[in-house]
C-alpha cells in the first residue's frame, strides 16, 4: 500500500478515537467552559454561553456525568467551570468532587449561567463567555468537533483565531493530518489486510478495553431504561446475535445515564464508538478469532464508520448509530474472511433500510436505536452472504457501495436538515 495513504489511515483512527468521560457533547460544553475558566484567572461573577441547535439537541436529554444525575448545558457548562480540568479535554469532569457538584447547584439556583440557542452556525458550535466583577473577561469558542477550540480572546486581545494564522497559537489548536477525502472502500480493506499489527494496538486496545468494561457495567446494573439487558432476558445469551446487540445496547444504557466510566468515541461519539466495538468483540470470542484478527476487524469497523461519516457530518438528524453498526457488520465480515464484494454489499444492504433513523438528541432511547441498528446490520452482512443485496436505482442505491454512500450522506447532509430543524423545535416546544 502507498506510504502516504497508510500513514492517513492510521492518523484517522488516532484522530478519531479518543477516550471521553460521558456523552461528548456536554463535555464539550464543559470542555470550552473549563478553559474559559482557566484563562480568566479570577474569580467568575457570570457565564454565558452559546450553542448551535444539535449540541442543545444532544445535551438536554442526557445526565452529565460525575453531576449526580443532572441534565442540561448550564450543568455542563458551570461544573466544567467549577470543577473542570482544561487539560484532560473530553475527560474534563474526571477530577470533580462533592464540593464542586454542591457549588454547581447553588450557582444554578442563582441564575448564574445564561444558555442561547444560535443559528446560521456550525451544527457543531460552541461559545462561552465569562466575565469576572473587577472587569476582567474570557471568551472560547469551539466548531466542528469536540476539542476543537478555534478561537480564544483574553480581556479583548485574541489569543488564537485558526481563520488567522498570524494569531493562531499551534499549542492551542488540534493538529489534523489524516484526510478523510483519501479515504475509498477499497484503500480502506488494502489498509486494513497490510496495517502492521504494532501500529494498532496501541489505538485499539483502550477501545476494547474500556468499551468492555462500560458494557459490562451496564448489562450488571439497571442504568437507563436496561435494552440491554431486556435483550438478555428475553433471548438468553446463546445467540451471538442477541450478544453483540445487547453488549452494544448496555454500553449506551449507561453511558446515557451517567456513568462515570469512560469509553473510546468513533467520529466525536460514544454510543458510535461503543456500537463500532462490541458486536465485533462478541464476534471474535464466538469464532475464537486470534487477537490480530480482532485488531483488524476493529480497524476495518471504525473505519467505515468514519468513512460514512465524512459525507453525513458529525452532527445531523441522521442517527450515527446506523452508520457505526454498519462498520460493525463490516468488521464481522472480516472476522468471517468474506470477501470484498461480501462487505460492499452489506454496506448497501444496511444503509438502504434504516438509513433514515433520526437523531432526536442523546437520551437513554438511544440504546434501543443501537440495538435495531446492529440487528438490522447482521441482517445486511447475512443477505450479502446469500449474494441477496439491492439493486442500483432502487431508492438511493446506487452503482457501487461507495456511490451509495456518497447519496446517503447527502440525504442526510442536506435532505435532513429541515428535519433537524423541525427535531429541535419539537423539543424547545417551539
Same mark, same amino acid.
Given at each position: 500500500?502507498?506510504?502516504?495513504?497508510?500513514?492517513?489511515?492510521?492518523?484517522?483512527?488516532?484522530?478519531?478515537?479518543?477516550?471521553?468521560?460521558?456523552?461528548?457533547?456536554?463535555?464539550?460544553?464543559?470542555?470550552?467552559?473549563?478553559?474559559?475558566?482557566?484563562?480568566?484567572?479570577?474569580?467568575?461573577?457570570?457565564?454565558?454561553?452559546?450553542?448551535?441547535?444539535?449540541?442543545?439537541?444532544?445535551?438536554?436529554?442526557?445526565?452529565?456525568?460525575?453531576?449526580?444525575?443532572?441534565?442540561?448545558?448550564?450543568?455542563?457548562?458551570?461544573?466544567?467551570?467549577?470543577?473542570?480540568?482544561?487539560?484532560?479535554?473530553?475527560?474534563?469532569?474526571?477530577?470533580?468532587?462533592?464540593?464542586?457538584?454542591?457549588?454547581?447547584?447553588?450557582?444554578?439556583?442563582?441564575?448564574?449561567?445564561?444558555?442561547?440557542?444560535?443559528?446560521?452556525?456550525?451544527?457543531? %458550535?460552541?461559545?462561552?463567555?465569562?466575565?469576572?466583577?473587577?472587569?476582567?473577561?474570557?471568551?472560547?469558542?469551539?466548531?466542528? %468537533?469536540?476539542?476543537?477550540?478555534?478561537?480564544?480572546?483574553?480581556?479583548?486581545?485574541?489569543?488564537?483565531?485558526?481563520?488567522?494564522?498570524?494569531?493562531?497559537?499551534?499549542?492551542?489548536?488540534?493538529?489534523?493530518?489524516?484526510?478523510?477525502?483519501?479515504?475509498?472502500?477499497?484503500?480502506?480493506?488494502?489498509?486494513?489486510?497490510?496495517?502492521?499489527?504494532?501500529?494498532?494496538?496501541?489505538?485499539?486496545?483502550?477501545?476494547?478495553?474500556?468499551?468492555?468494561?462500560?458494557?459490562?457495567?451496564?448489562?450488571?446494573?439497571?442504568?437507563?431504561?436496561?435494552?440491554?439487558?431486556?435483550?438478555?432476558?428475553?433471548?438468553?445469551?446463546?445467540?451471538?446475535?442477541?450478544? &453483540?446487540?445487547?453488549?452494544?445496547?448496555?454500553?449506551?444504557?449507561?453511558?446515557?445515564?451517567?456513568?462515570?466510566?469512560?469509553?473510546?468515541?468513533?467520529?466525536?461519539?460514544?454510543?458510535?464508538?461503543?456500537?463500532?466495538?462490541?458486536?465485533?468483540?462478541?464476534?471474535?470470542?464466538?469464532?475464537?478469532?486470534?487477537?490480530?484478527?480482532?485488531?483488524?476487524?476493529?480497524?476495518?469497523?471504525?473505519?467505515?464508520?468514519?468513512?460514512?461519516?465524512?459525507?453525513?457530518?458529525?452532527?445531523?438528524?441522521?442517527?450515527?448509530?446506523?452508520?457505526?453498526?454498519?462498520?460493525?457488520?463490516?468488521?464481522?465480515?472480516?472476522?468471517?474472511?468474506?470477501?470484498?464484494?461480501?462487505?460492499?454489499?452489506?454496506?448497501?444492504?444496511?444503509?438502504?433500510?434504516?438509513?433514515?433513523?433520526?437523531?432526536?438528541?442523546?437520551?437513554?432511547?438511544?440504546? &434501543?436505536?443501537?440495538?435495531?441498528?446492529?440487528?438490522?446490520?447482521?441482517?445486511?452482512?447475512?443477505?450479502?452472504?446469500?449474494?441477496?443485496?439491492?439493486?442500483?436505482?432502487?431508492?438511493?442505491?446506487?452503482?457501487?457501495?461507495?456511490?451509495?454512500?456518497?447519496?446517503?450522506?447527502?440525504?442526510?447532509?442536506?435532505?435532513?436538515?429541515?428535519?433537524?430543524?423541525?427535531?429541535?423545535?419539537?423539543?424547545?416546544?417551539?
Amino acid at each position: 500500500m502507498d506510504e502516504m495513504l497508510y500513514q492517513n489511515h492510521l492518523a484517522l483512527l488516532k484522530q478519531n478515537l479518543k477516550l471521553a468521560l460521558g456523552c461528548t457533547e456536554p463535555i464539550a460544553v464543559a470542555y470550552a467552559s473549563a478553559k474559559a475558566r482557566e484563562l480568566l484567572g479570577t474569580e467568575p461573577c457570570k457565564l454565558t454561553v452559546e450553542c448551535s441547535g444539535n449540541i442543545i439537541k444532544n445535551v438536554n436529554g442526557v445526565v452529565v456525568p460525575n453531576s449526580d444525575q443532572m441534565k442540561g448545558v448550564d450543568v455542563a457548562a458551570v461544573l466544567g467551570m467549577v470543577g473542570g480540568d482544561a487539560s484532560r479535554q473530553l475527560e474534563v469532569l474526571q477530577g470533580v468532587t462533592k464540593e464542586h457538584i454542591a457549588k454547581t447547584a447553588q450557582l444554578l439556583e442563582q441564575n448564574f449561567c445564561c444558555c442561547r440557542l444560535v443559528e446560521g452556525v456550525e451544527n457543531l %458550535y460552541i461559545r462561552v463567555f465569562i466575565e469576572s466583577a473587577d472587569g476582567h473577561n474570557a471568551e472560547v469558542v469551539m466548531r466542528d %468537533y469536540h476539542t476543537n477550540i478555534t478561537h480564544i480572546e483574553k480581556d479583548g486581545t485574541v489569543l488564537l483565531d485558526q481563520q488567522n494564522p498570524v494569531t493562531a497559537a499551534p499549542a492551542e489548536a488540534e493538529t489534523t493530518s489524516g484526510r478523510p477525502e483519501l479515504m475509498t472502500l477499497q484503500n480502506i480493506v488494502e489498509f486494513v489486510n497490510e496495517v502492521k499489527l504494532e501500529d494498532l494496538k496501541p489505538i485499539l486496545s483502550a477501545q476494547i478495553t474500556c468499551n468492555s468494561a462500560i458494557s459490562e457495567e451496564g448489562l450488571k446494573n439497571a442504568w437507563g431504561t436496561q435494552v440491554g439487558r431486556t435483550l438478555l432476558e428475553i433471548y438468553g445469551d446463546d445467540d451471538v446475535r442477541v450478544r &453483540a446487540r445487547a453488549a452494544a445496547a448496555a454500553g449506551s444504557d449507561a453511558r446515557m445515564s451517567g456513568c462515570t466510566l469512560p469509553a473510546v468515541i468513533n467520529s466525536g461519539s460514544g454510543n458510535q464508538g461503543i456500537t463500532v466495538t462490541l458486536p465485533v468483540v462478541e464476534y471474535a470470542r464466538a469464532l475464537n478469532a486470534s487477537e490480530e484478527k480482532l485488531y483488524r476487524a476493529l480497524a476495518l469497523s471504525n473505519l467505515v464508520s468514519i468513512q460514512q461519516k465524512k459525507y453525513i457530518g458529525s452532527l445531523s438528524a441522521y442517527c450515527g448509530a446506523v452508520s457505526a453498526a454498519t462498520g460493525a457488520a463490516c468488521g464481522i465480515a472480516y472476522l468471517q474472511d468474506e470477501s470484498f464484494a461480501i462487505i460492499c454489499d452489506t454496506i448497501v444492504n444496511s444503509i438502504a433500510t434504516i438509513g433514515g433513523m433520526v437523531c432526536d438528541g442523546a437520551k437513554p432511547s438511544c440504546a &434501543a436505536k443501537i440495538s435495531v441498528a446492529v440487528e438490522n446490520a447482521l441482517n445486511a452482512l447475512e443477505m450479502a452472504k446469500r449474494k441477496r443485496a439491492f439493486q442500483p436505482g432502487e431508492g438511493i442505491v446506487k452503482e457501487t457501495a461507495e456511490e451509495t454512500i456518497k447519496s446517503v450522506g447527502r440525504m442526510a447532509r442536506e435532505g435532513m436538515r429541515s428535519t433537524d430543524v423541525e427535531i429541535l423545535n419539537i423539543m424547545l416546544n417551539n
